[in-house]
């Protein structure tokens, strides 16, 4: 009895709190549902000064914030980096804005491309004659890149920046496996295709060294000129300062050019007074940007383009956060076609690939969509292997200078973990097989046939990649394979081989796509955003397949800039039949 009573209790006292979530749920929405519909706009009856102060990674997609339970995406903001772009923007030519502070930090989620955007608009928004000023404490090489497109770049007395160059630090795992007596099975085709090797190496072959050595040479010559332009500095002594470490303390930058000024915040401010001609007793009213921001997106009236970011690993069947699932992509390729309000089709790339079978199903969707409709693509940071597949087939590709492209390749990974579970767990396998293989799997190597058979699918899938991309890009398909092979490509390098088409970003594309095809080029909207946290919390309850997303997002939101590791870790345990995808992160870039 008592047990029933206790059994009793509990489901009545369940139900309570189930009952009571949900109507806070359901009030929150109706709340944000009333605020969005009254709408954010912010009204300046004073003049402010734009505080840029980014602490996270951006993403390409923006997300519905009308309910944020307030754990953005763990190192990724809940701010596009495209609304960001648009407030500078706008800023520029608003009256009430008299300046642009740059707040720089130890920020190193951000991408050499995103700076590169975020740079091209603070300069825009300096031909406005306001001033920009960049200031910090502990500064990060990217944000001191980011801050030195400002007019004068100040550093706190008891600072630091961490200007050391460019290195590509990989992981590998080859040892771990051994320890656990986990044997890897790999297969691959493409001598470049590095992704296998933190598994089947301890190091970095030869192979790999020399495409890192010059991709990481593109992006370092590309970065450290604009610096040195920008700052007004010799490019040759600049780097002999990055190699002789003068340009971490503020004394030794600021003797090396690098910044303007080593002094406390209230000097700095002071200092921004001045060059807004201001007195010393004025007030600076500072905005930060996610307050200044509001609906700005060019609204899509009719026969506009629309913009689909691609963002993430792909996958098979319905996407997690942060991915690309065939299913759900398909799907949104199909709306876009049928779409009669829909004139053309921008795809933003920013992925390094996955599942060859879901990159496959993908491309054929955007092969029907292109007979329909004009499809352009833009790269973004990343659009490598499967990112580079699904991409390879359109009217014309766009890539950012300093994007990852390329890697033209495929592998597949099956572990054998029967040593590991009899000597470390002591479980052990046996079967009885009516059939020669018909128990292969991951208990035991593969015999020399099953191998065969594996490697043979692997260089079929292989020279499917080498045809598709040859056909898409108008190449022979002999001297593709010299600049295939596996091997990652900077943009800049990407067009000289004729695997891009134009160095530009997404406002290029669409710039492009709309002057091609007689467009209004402001007339486009973003297709897909990024689900709102009560979307996710929905799920929750009302999806079994969903339960884990948003505990996810919580667990990121704690881990921080380490989130990327488990991001790594995550795309390790993914990895389902062959890959057309870059595994590894380069720690940097």
Do not use: C
Not at 229 to 240: G, M
Not at 272 to 299: C, H, I, V
Not at 424 to 449: R, S
Not at 544 to 550: F, G, H, R, V, Y
């Amino acid at each position: 009895m008592r047990n029933f009573l206790k059994t009793l209790l509990a489901v009545i006292f369940g139900n309570i709190i189930f009952f009571g979530i949900f109507f806070l749920l359901l009030t929150g929405l109706a709340l944000g549902i009333a605020m969005s519909a009254k709408g954010s706009k912010v009204e300046l009856k004073e003049d402010h000064i734009l505080t840029l102060n980014i602490r996270s990674g951006l993403s390409d997609l923006s997300q519905d914030k009308s309910f944020d339970l307030g754990m953005g995406q763990g190192n990724q903001s809940t701010i596009s980096i495209y609304e960001i772009i648009d407030g500078i923007k706008k800023a520029k030519n608003d009256k009430s804005i008299k300046a642009l502070w740059i707040q720089m930090n130890y920020n190193e989620e951000l991408s050499y491309v995103q700076i590169d955007m975020l740079r091209a608009a603070i300069k825009d928004f300096k031909a406005s004659k306001k001033p920009v000023v960049a200031y910090g404490e502990a500064i990060s090489q990217k944000m001191y890149y980011l801050g030195s497109a400002s007019d004068k770049v100040m550093v706190n007395p008891q600072g630091a920046l961490d200007v050391r160059g460019f290195a590509a630090q990989l992981t590998f795992f080859k040892k771990t496996l051994d320890r656990l007596e986990i044997k890897p099975q790999i297969f691959y085709a493409g001598k470049f295709k590095s992704a296998t090797e933190p598994f089947r190496l301890d190091k970095m072959s030869d192979e790999n060294k020399v495409q890192m050595k010059e991709l990481l040479s593109d992006i370092s010559n590309s970065v450290l000129s604009s610096i040195a332009a920008d700052r007004k500095i010799n490019l040759e002594n600049l780097n002999l300062a990055i190699n002789e470490l003068r340009t971490s303390m503020p004394e030794d930058a600021l003797s090396s050019g690098l910044i303007d000024k080593i002094t406390y915040l209230d000097e700095a401010e002071k200092e921004l007074k001045s060059l807004m001609k201001l007195g010393e007793k004025a007030e600076l009213k500072k905005l930060t940007l996610s307050n200044y921001l509001e609906d700005k997106f060019p609204s899509f009236k009719n026969e506009g383009i629309a913009v689909y970011v691609a963002e993430g690993d792909i996958v098979d069947g319905k996407a997690e956060e942060g991915s690309i699932g065939s299913e759900d992509m398909v799907k949104d390729i199909r709306a876009m076609a049928e779409d009669k309000d829909i004139k053309a089709v921008v795809i933003r790339v920013n992925s390094p690939g996955g599942s060859a079978l879901a990159s496959d199903v993908i491309l054929r969707e955007l092969d029907i969509l292109k007979k329909k409709k004009p499809l352009v693509v833009s790269m973004g940071n990343v659009a490598a292997s499967g990112g580079y597949y699904i991409a390879s087939g359109a009217e014309k590709i766009f890539a950012e200078k300093n994007t990852i492209t390329g890697s033209i390749g495929v592998f597949g990974i099956i572990p054998n973990i029967g040593q590991m579970m009899e000597n470390k767990l002591g479980v052990t396998f046996d079967e009885v097989e009516l059939h020669e293989h018909a128990a292969m799997g991951v208990y035991k190597n593969f015999d020399a046939l099953e191998a065969t058979r594996i490697q043979q699918s692997i260089d079929k899938i292989y020279f499917s990649f080498k045809s598709i991309v040859a056909k898409g890009r108008n190449m022979n398909i002999d001297s593709l394979e010299n600049i295939a092979q596996g091997r990652v490509w900077s943009g800049t390098r990407a067009k000289e081989l004729k695997l891009v088409d134009e160095i530009g970003g997404l406002k290029e594309a669409i710039a492009y796509t709309a002057k091609s095809k007689s467009l209004d080029a402001s007339n486009y909207f973003f297709f897909n955003k990024r689900k709102s946290d009560f979307e996710m919390l929905f799920e929750e309850f009302s999806n079994e397949d969903a339960k884990s997303s948003l505990e996810e997002k919580y667990l990121k939101s704690k881990l921080g800039r380490y989130a990327k590791y488990y991001d790594m870790l995550k795309s390790f345990e993914s990895i389902r039949g062959a890959q057309m995808r870059m595994v590894y992160q380069v720690n940097g870039l």
